[in-house]
Every structure is written in C-alpha cells, then in structure tokens.
C-alpha cells in the first residue's frame, strides 16, 4: 500500500497496541491528535488508561515515561516539538540512559520517547531545531531518526519489542510529502543497521533525517552523471559502522550530509571514523555539508537558504566526483 | 476534591490493636531503627577514621523512626523509590548488610555492583527497592510513572510486577530540598492529575545541604505551601516517631489501594548530621544538635517501648549488642571482595 510517513509511523505504533496492551501512550494534546494529527485515532481505538493527555510538563512526562516502564510497562512518550526535549534533558541523561547501568542490569528500560523536528516549515529558532547529537552522546540510550515511510514505520515497531530506552525523531517536513510503498505483512527495521538506499560505484553520499528525502531526489538528478552509493544511517546510536565503512571503501569519496549544526554533531563523528578506517581507500578529503553555524531563521527566504536542498547535495557530489565526470 | 492538610499524634497505647500493631511490629521497628544507626556509625568511621570508604555519603542518623514506620505498612508488590540520602531506606526494604557494605566499598559483590554506590544504595528490585535517584527530587516524576503502572494493572487485571495481587502502592522519599525543584513540581502536577496511588513522603530535616529551606522564604511550613499547589491530601506527623508515621499511613491506606489518589506525609525531623560524611556542619545554630538529641528518635522510642512493657533494658542491650556484632561481621565478609574488571561495565549499559 502507498501512504504518507505519518500514516505508516501511526499505524506501526497501531500495530504495536494491539499485540501489546503493556504500551501506552502519553503528550500534550494527543488525544485529539496534536498539533500534526500524528496520534489520530489512537484515543478512540485504545482508550483513556493507554492514551493520556498530559499537562506540559516534560520533566514530568518523561520522568512519568521512565517510571512506567520501571514498573514493566512500555510506554511511547510524545514530546512535541524536539526543541522541547531539553526541558526534560536532566531525566534523559541521568536516569533514562542510566537505569539499567547503575541498577547493575536488575531493570531494563523499554521507554520510548518520541518527537519531531519541523526544520522547513516556518516555525522559527524554538520550533526547528535539529539536534540528535546531544543524545548520541550518552551509552545506554537509542537515537533513531526516521526517513521513509517504510523505515519509519519498522522502526517504531521494533522500538515498541526491544528493551533499551530509545529516542526516536520524526521529520515532520516530510510527514505528508513523503508518500512510499509499504507492506502490508508485518515487518520490524532494527536499529544499529543502516539502509543502503542505493549501491553506486563513484561517491559515497551517507545521511540521516529530512535530508534522506533530499538525497533521493539528489541522486535521481544524478543518475546519468555520477553513480551515488547511498546510505541512510537511520540509527544513530548504535550505529552501523561496518555498513559506513563498506560504502566509503568502495568509493573513496565521501559526502556526509547533515542538517544538525556542525560543531561536534554525528556528521562529525561519522567523519572522523571514515578516516580511522578508511584513510588508505579515501581519493579526496572527506567532505560535510551541513547548515552554516548559525541558528535556524524564521524567514522562509532565509530558512531555505539555510537548508539542505537536493540542488545543493547535486553540486556537492559533483564537486566530489569532478575528475569522473561522464561527459 | 479539594485537599486537606492534618495533623496525625502518636497513637496511644489502646489504639495498638485497632491499627494492627503487636508486639512484634513494634520490636521490629526498634531494631529497624537501631540497625540503621549501627550501621551509619560503622559507615561515619570507616570514612572518617579508618579511610576505608571514598566518595560522597549522606547519613541518614535522626531520620529512623521514618522507614521504620513505612516498613510496616508495605506489602508484596509495593515499590519504594528514594534517594542520595537512602541508606536508612535500604535497611528498610532487607538489603543484606555484606551486599551494603561490599557496594559501598566499590566491590562486585554489592547488589549493585558496585557501579552505583552510596547514593543509589536503596536499590533492590528483588526486595521492591526500584530506584533511587542521586538528583535531589527526580524521583518524583519517576515514582508518578511507576505508580501509573500499578493503577494500570488494577485496571485491567494484568499481574504485577513482583505481585499477584492489585491494590498495590508506590512511596517515594524526598527531603526538604527537594520540594523547590522543577522535578518535584512537575512529578506532582503528574500525581495530582493523574491520581496515582502514590505515598509522597518528606523527610522534612530542615536542612537543604548547606541551607535552612524555611530561611530562605521567611515562613516555615514551605512544604506544606508546595503540596497545597498540587492539590495533594497532606499529612503532618512527627518524623521521629514511628508509630506516628505509621498511623498516618494507615489512615490513608485504602485511599491509596482503591485509587483514590496520592497522599502526602510530612514527616517532621532532624539530620542530625552534616549534609555529607565530611562535612562538619558548622553553619548549624550552637546548640542545635544537642536540642534534637535529647529527642532522638531512638532513645525515644526506646524508653516508650520499655514503659509500655514491651521490651526490658536487658532486651534492649542485647538488641543494640547483636546488631553491632552483625554489622561489624558483614563488614568483614564485604572487605574480601573485589572490583568488577573494566572491559565487563559495557554488558550494563
């Protein structure tokens, strides 16, 4: 079946209540949907003991999310806006990625917390950000960015069997644009593996989030000039590095293409593990492009300028791959 | 429902029966009471004269009669969640004495590892010891979750976690200090709304670290004003009683098991010690400690029993003598152990 990325995130949590009445799911507004409609439904179909409408109180609401699966529940906690999650950063980096730590293994925390970034729509410096590496940064935790709507949807299922806390980011940029086949058995994608969207033999253009739809089009702009090995990370933490280290060995030319801002972001440690175990294979300096250092703009002139366009991502490889050029 | 604040005194002798307290309840809370300050004495010297231990470590002393009181109101499957300053709550839910000590010492052999430490000491899940938070106050938000959990299970007739019965409860500990955070602010708004069935109980010590939480604002019922704002059912009681605290929990218990919603005690007392084993307390008012010691809760508590015939000194010489014997010889057993070795923390994250 062909449907959005929203519809295919919701019907993988869907999916997952039904098998499982240990999985509740907890935001600001969701039992009308929020702001996106992404919960849709999921109040009519399941209830008010498994969908909770939640003050705003994020300290609370993700410290509500980690007691309950302390208790053996599984709950999704929605936190609106990714800019929001750092109000509730203290239980994320002390309690959520250290319970199974410093309880020596004795619990298991399968707390889901889930968000979106909404770079591209207009929503100004508080509503935009994207920042998944203030979260790779901490053992114990899984960051998953979803892309696709067959992604985004194996994802969230198999957040919803696994038993580490997890973090996963929506763009919701391509909530409704991105519109894809996906099937109708059931399917998990687990984390720690990368998607190798495509299997080309001149650049390496490796990516995660909004910018896996940008490449797509990239690529398909490309098609008769360079041939792209396209790699989607999808799971930030863990991370595929056998899949990163495949794709840049093959090519010897790597673009990493990144919407976080630059300074010590996953982009760059992607990077510098492309030099560790790449540098004999590597035929031009590892390459990243990013948004310039700066935060992100409200005018939509602006806010363009500062993103990641498939017709920047063209010119990138192009640059890459200029002594090959098929004329 | 809009909340009350009441003051629960110490029950008389001719209510013991009426609130299901024997004479082995009773006894159980001395030796409770004496095992913890047995044990934070055997902890204050081995850090301070024999170097033993590093590390921060926050004495529980004055608090006893508290989780003494709580103990006895606790049933399979009721979940606590504390605190840095938790080591009378470990004693409490019947962590062994040599797993304590061994964890304190950094060694494999502690419950936890010995990758926790001192200020998640309370933590047990075998014995209901779920969490405990070395960040003043947030364990609050947490314990609304676990709570959740419980009503939840009532709700749909699951089987619970360490339970095969319903009607379950969380407590969590907090002190004084911890009322004026964000965590515990917004753990309470969760509780209030929620309705969870969750003991939310102060240890109201007077001291915020360095700092007199009363002083800071002027007025001294600071934590009775914060759970006025959450709309939370508040219980006053003398925190160096156990019988006091105890009552008060039994009055509220069947509120709390039916789902009614979180109760809140305030338990009055005294950290008879600094806010860390190093620290001297020189900031407390001359006189202060002596005050507090001529009602320590122990000696209190003590000469209650031994009046009430309960209990004769012998007995109560005998009880103290045995407890310090067995702390003494967990300590020695916990000191043979060793280090978890590095290359192994990673199957713990």
Known sequence: MRISHIEACRQGIMEEMERNDRIIYIGEDVCVGGPHGFSKGLYEKFGPHRVIDSPISEIGLVGFGIGAALAGLRPIVEIMYMDFLPLAMEQIVNHMAQVRFLTAGQKDLPVVVRTQYSLGRQHGPQHSQFFPSLFTNLPGLNVVVTSTPYNCKGLYKYALRQNKPTIIIDPAWIYYRFVDEVPETDYVVEFGKANVVSRGEDVTLITYGRTVYESIQAVKQLKDRVSVYLVDLQSLRPLDVNTIVEACNHTGRVLIVSEEHPHSSVASYVASLVYEKCYGKLEKPVKALTPPDVHVPFSPQLEREYMITSDKIVKAVLELSSDEVKS | ?349
């Open chain 2, 1 to 349: 429902m809009r909340i009350t604040v009441q003051h629960v005194s110490s029950p008389p002798r001719g209510e013991y029966s009426k609130l299901g307290l024997d004479e082995k309840k009773l006894i159980d809370m001395l030796k409770t009471m004496i095992t913890i300050r047995v044990f934070e004495e055997k902890i204050e010297e081995l850090f301070l004269k024999e170097g033993v231990l590093m590390g921060p470590a926050h004495l529980y002393m004055g608090s006893e009669a508290i989780p003494a009181g709580v103990k006895h109101i606790l049933r399979e499957g009721d979940l606590v969640l504390s605190h840095h300053r938790g080591h009378g709550h470990a004693i409490m839910l019947g962590i062994e004495l040599d797993k304590l000590f061994a964890e304190l010492l950094g060694f494999k052999e502690g419950h936890l590892k010995g990758l926790g430490g001192s200020m998640h000491l309370p933590i047990d899940v075998s014995k209901g010891g779920l969490y405990a938070s070395a960040i003043v106050g947030s364990q609050v938000p947490i314990a609304v979750g676990v709570a959740y959990g419980q009503k939840y299970y009532k709700l749909l007739e699951l089987p619970m976690l360490r339970s095969t019965t319903n009607g379950n409860i969380t407590v969590v500990f907090f002190g004084d200090g911890a009322v004026n955070t964000g965590a515990f602010a917004e753990g309470s708004v969760m509780a209030s709304y929620l309705k969870v069935p969750l003991v939310m109980i102060c240890e109201n010590n007077l001291y915020a670290e360095f700092t007199k939480t009363p002083n800071l604002f002027g007025y001294e019922d600071v934590v009775v004003q914060r759970f006025l704002a959450y709309d939370i059912t508040t219980v006053i009681v003398d925190g160096n009683d156990p019988l006091s605290v105890y009552k008060a929990l039994k009055m509220y218990e069947s509120k709390l098991r039916e789902g009614e919603g979180p109760v809140a005690i305030i338990a009055n007392t005294y950290r008879l010690k600094g806010h860390g084993v190093y620290d001297k307390a020189a900031y407390k008012p001359v006189g202060e400690e002596e005050l507090f010691k001529l009602r320590d809760p122990i000696t209190v508590f003590a000469d209650r029993l031994i009046r009430e015939g309960v209990l004769t000194h012998d007995e109560l010489n005998s009880m103290v003598r045995d407890t310090k014997t067995a702390v003494n010889t967990a300590f020695e057993k916990a000191r043979a152990g060793s280090p978890l070795p590095l290359e192994e923390l990673s199957k713990y994250v």
